[in-house]
């Protein structure tokens, strides 16, 4: 099935992407992986107080058995992070921005041979967050988040002080990922794409056409590989040329989600 590239001028309204049955294959065919914070859910003041809506949990218990168990959560988030957040569920996942990845909610984390930060600068770029109380420094192990949403006025401070380490130490495989309000570091030798490229290598994802939906920049990677992957990919919020097409708040990918479940589907 193909789809046509939906471009901002078409998009004067919300739910920009077509009714699921106009576009996406039989579910039995997909992999339907998504993205959390700002996709799935609504953006919070702090990483500990995002919600999941009850219906949600609900879409996403249906839509695991509707694939046969391929839904993957992909984020920056650790697995450990994602139970936290959506528990009792336990979902497939490709966590901190593909250093790890779980192929079911009842196996077990399995490390995707990420190089983890060196600990020397890792202690370094933790000591940013002494700039100010209001930043919130997130240790995910693999990767370090410095988070300045309740402290704007730092967000210059924290991305020179960052550039000033890395200045430094020009040898170090490091990345620096500028999300929503946070500056994230982490080793270079992996991203979402990575992660998801080695788990629609596993079943039950392997050989079925990925659905990803995201929202930040570092879902970009994710959308530059769908064509490989015969998949499609979704932005939330903003237009992206790798997409087909966009919704405009995370409420809109909960409902279309939902839709995905309704019979002709
Ligand atoms: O890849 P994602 O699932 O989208 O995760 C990206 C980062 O999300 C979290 O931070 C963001 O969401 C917080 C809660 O809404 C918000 O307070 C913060 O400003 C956002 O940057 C999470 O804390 C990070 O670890 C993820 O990498």
Known sequence: ?????????????????????ALVPHLDQCALLLDIDGTLLDLAPTPREVWVPPELEQTLT???????????????????????????????AVGGHG?????SGEGEAIATHAPPLDSELKSRLAAIARISPGILLEDKGYSLALHYRLAPHTEKAIYEAVAAIRAENPEAPLEVLPGKSVCEIKHSG????????ELMTRAPFKGRRPIFIGDDVTDETVFAIMPELRGLAFS??????????????????????????????
């Open 236 to 265: 939330v919020g903003r237009y992206s040329e790798l997409t087909s097409g966009h919704f405009d708040e995370p409420r809109d990918v909960r409902n279309w989600l939902a839709r995905l479940l309704e019979p002709a589907n």
């Open 99 to 103: 250093a790890e990845m779980r192929l």
């Open 190 to 197: 992996f991203t979402k794409a990575t992660g998801v490229l």
């Open 1 to 21: 099935m193909t789809t046509k590239l939906v471009r901002p001028s078409d998009q004067a309204t919300s739910n920009q992407v077509p009714v699921p049955g």
């Open 62 to 92: 249906n839509l695991l058995v509707r694939t046969s168990g391929a839904l993957a959560l992909v984020s920056g988030r650790s697995i450990n992070d994602i139970d936290l957040i959506f528990a009792p569920m336990r979902l497939p």
